[in-house]
T-cell receptor, first 115, second 114 residues
Framework: AQSVAQPEDQVNVAEGNPLTVKCTYS??????LFWYVQYPNRGLQFLLK??????LVKGSYGFEAEFNKSQTSFHLKKPSALVSDSALYFC?????????????FGKGTKLSVIP | DVKVTQSSRYLVKRTGEKVFLECVQD?????MFWYRQDPGLGLRLIYF???????EKGDIPEGYSVSREKKERFSLILESASTNQTSMYLC?????????????FGEGSRLTVL
């Protein structure tokens, strides 16, 4: 079985400061990893994904994430937070070898950027 | 741009009613999914479909059924709604059968069962 843990229910950061939203995963094979963002009363939007190759992945809106196989982590980062980044963030994992094309999502982390 | 449209943003139904949630995607995607989202639980997969007339159970299929008669349309059916099915329902689609595809989500349907 595959699983995702987002250890923080909420992260608060001041505008202009760097932000990190944490994610760790468990999967039997090689992982495909994703980050999605949800703005209030909206569906989820894709931010970025790691499939293979460079461990640092760049995505939409200036976000990036670093795949760390030894720590089974895929933390989302941004150098300088904006108030408009305030949203709910979901990490997701897929087992590349399972052929099931099912994503398992974490429970989400609410990011609040304080002006 | 890919568009996934869910027919109803907000619904209020009574216990025991039959509920249909409709989802249409306009980009010829093969895969379609229904999730429910609850605070503190994240997204949980109810059913998915990788082809017309095909369906597979997800993690929480009990109390739900689905229908995919056309490639672009995937319907979620609650045969007899119960209060514990009050939730946000999210439809999604992805292009390719197999791994690595990103999901495109609809805006969600918030269902309240009284």
């Amino acid at each position: 079985a595959q699983s995702v843990a987002q250890p923080e229910d909420q992260v608060n950061v001041a505008e202009g400061n760097p932000l990190t939203v944490k994610c760790t995963y468990s999967v039997s094979g090689n992982p495909y990893l994703f980050w999605y963002v949800q703005y209030p009363n909206r569906g989820l939007q894709f931010l970025l994904k790691y499939i293979t190759g460079d461990n640092l992945v760049k995505g939409s809106y200036g976000f990036e994430a670093e795949f760390n196989k030894s720590q089974t982590s895929f933390h989302l980062k941004k150098p300088s937070a904006l108030v408009s980044d305030s949203a709910l963030y979901f990490c997701a994992v897929e087992n590349s070898g399972a052929g099931s094309y099912q994503l398992t999502f974490g429970k989400g982390t609410k990011l609040s950027v304080i002006p | 741009d890919v568009k996934v449209t869910q027919s109803s943003r907000y619904l209020v139904k009574r216990t025991g009613e039959k509920v249909f949630l409709e989802c249409v995607q306009d980009m010829d995607h093969e895969n379609m999914f229904w999730y429910r989202q609850d605070p503190g639980l994240g997204l949980r997969l109810i059913y998915f479909s990788y082809d017309v007339k095909m369906k597979e159970k997800g993690d929480i299929p009990e109390g739900y059924s689905v229908s995919r008669e056309k490639k672009e349309r995937f319907s979620l059916i609650l045969e007899s709604a119960s209060t514990n099915q009050t939730s946000m329902y999210l439809c999604a689609s992805s292009l390719h059968r197999g791994n690595t595809g990103e999901l495109f989500f609809g805006e969600g349907s918030r269902l309240t069962v009284l």
